[in-house]
């Protein structure tokens, strides 16, 4: 893909109701939200949801390794990796704006040891071979304006990202359950992963559904997953207990 100037990409706007800011890309759709009087906490459902993907992993390893985001929005994940879970960092946004509007309106705090935001094309950084084997956290969020489909979708793109992932690692991606895309966006996902390592938690209601998938992932039992997602639930302020009602292998 070519680099885009500024002025090719949606104008970023602001706007907040009932002490919620929201982010919008040249459209109502929203794409992203925080809360002003809890900025650490995640507010939408969705990206509550794929946060879920922390089930998959052991709690000795809860707060160790790499998260990556592609795809800013209002930098929740960003800075939730960043803070709470305190993971080193890495967020990856084409449009310029986006990042000034979650360093001015969002919290988004500026670059240091454990974070770097990036103004690159989130398919041309995921395939480097240097990033091969060493991202133990990966959230995909690609829509633009129109929420129409991910941008990138391809299974050479998903194959990219199932090699930067470490052992162990997991991918969750934000797709929309109701549209037509959504089962050939699943299908590329599984091509990539193996359909052991690929998973599906409830849509929400407006019809977001969030895809897990691990590169060599072993799901524990019952009781192992319990007590992880009441360690989430206790230490995160996230409902874990919820989300083990929600998935299902896809």
């Known amino acids: 893909m070519s680099r885009s100037t500024e002025d090719d990409l949606p104008m970023v706007t602001v706007s907040e109701h009932a002490g919620v800011r929201y982010l919008h890309l040249d459209s109502p759709w929203v794409q992203g939200a925080m809360r002003l009087s809890k900025p650490d906490a995640v507010e939408l459902e969705y990206v509550r949801r794929m946060l879920a993907c922390l089930l998959w992993r052991p709690l000795d390893d809860m707060r160790v390794g790499r998260a990556v985001q592609l795809g800013l929005g209002a930098a929740a994940i960003t800075r939730f990796t960043h803070g709470p879970l305190g993971l080193d960092t890495t967020a990856i946004e084409l449009n310029p704006a986006v990042i000034r509007a979650c360093r001015m309106c969002f919290r988004l705090p500026t670059d240091g040891p454990r974070l770097r935001v990036l103004c690159e094309d989130a398919g041309s950084w995921i395939a480097r071979t240097e990033h091969a084997g060493s991202i133990n956290l990966l959230h995909v969020d690609l829509y633009d304006h129109e929420a129409a489909a991910p941008v ?79 360690w989430i639930e206790a230490h995160l302020g996230l409902p874990a207990t919820k989300w083990l009602r929600m998935i299902r292998p896809l």
């Open 152 to 230: 990138l979708d391809s299974e050479a793109f998903y194959a990219h990202c199932h090699a930067a992932l470490a052992p162990g690692g997991v991918m969750a991606v934000n797709l929309f359950g109701r549209l037509s895309s959504f089962e050939h966006s699943a299908q590329r996902i599984v091509q990539a992963f193996g359909r052991d390592q690929v998973w599906r938690v409830q849509a929400t209601k407006e019809g977001n559904t969030v895809v897990v998938a691990g590169r060599g992932v072993v799901v524990p039992g019952r009781e192992e997953l319990t007590q992880r997602a009441r």
